[in-house]
């Protein structure tokens, strides 16, 4: 398995309330990437990063910060919470290349009430 | 990144192949076909890939129709384990990021698999 952890795990958090999700490789992976998984819904990209401090809108970027400082660390910042940011958020590695694969993490639920 | 049709569910018995279709019409020449799949309560897992060529590994075989325009993931013998949403997706060989930008997931297909 992929040496990517995520935490928390599970979070509840009140609206309004600023939260960081922590993504962590061993991998030495340049490319990381957050996700967001909705009921009923495939993975639907957040932001990703193609190096240290090169980060890049995904899909749904509205409303997520993140910052990678370090190769092997990507954060995801919800600024202020909303209801709509309850989600399972996955994070992922992969390499470069033409036909690269992603490897994901476990993911974090977050509640926000 | 061109769209991908897959039927929302699939049943199949245990120790039996199981065949996934992926529709993909408007596939270009540099899209390579990619599978992922997610088990309940985890993140989803990369199964194969192809472009051309059927490919096989130690998880699945991926036959890619001659005018490319569909394919199969086929699981030879299926096992309760193998019960999860599969993804077909299509991802351009040739994008200007050397792949950095994301996978765009579709519903899937959600496998079920009966004793």
């Known amino acids: 398995d992929a040496g990517i952890t995520q935490s928390p795990r599970h979070k509840v958090t009140e609206t309004g309330t600023p939260v960081t999700l922590r993504c962590h490789q061993t991998?030495?992976?340049?490319?990381m990437y957050w996700y967001r998984q909705d009921p009923g819904h495939g993975l639907r990209l957040i932001h990703y990063s193609y190096g240290v401090k090169d980060t890049d809108k995904g899909e749904v970027s509205d409303g997520y910060s993140v910052s990678r400082s370090k190769t092997e660390d990507f954060l995801l910042t919800l600024e202020s919470a909303t209801s709509s940011q309850t989600s399972v958020y996955f994070c992922a590695i992969s390499t470069p290349g033409l036909a690269y694969e992603q490897y994901f993490g476990p993911g974090t639920r977050l509640t926000v009430t | 990144d061109a769209k991908t049709t897959q039927p929302n569910s699939m049943e199949s018995n245990e120790e039996e192949p199981v065949h996934l279709p992926c529709n993909h019409s408007?596939?270009?020449?540099?899209?390579?076909i990619h599978w992922y799949r997610q088990l309940p309560s985890q993140g989803p897992e990369y199964v194969i890939h192809g472009l051309t060529s059927n490919v096989n590994n130690r998880m699945a075989s991926l036959a890619i129709a001659e005018d490319r325009k569909s394919s199969t993931l086929i699981l030879h013998r299926a096992t309760l384990r193998d019960a999860a949403v599969y993804y077909c997706i299509l991802r351009d060989g040739l994008d200007s990021g050397g792949g950095a930008d994301g996978l765009t997931f579709g519903k899937g297909t959600h496998l079920i698999i009966q004793p």
């Open positions: 991998e030495n992976h340049r490319y």
């Open positions: 408007t596939i270009s020449g540099t899209d390579y």
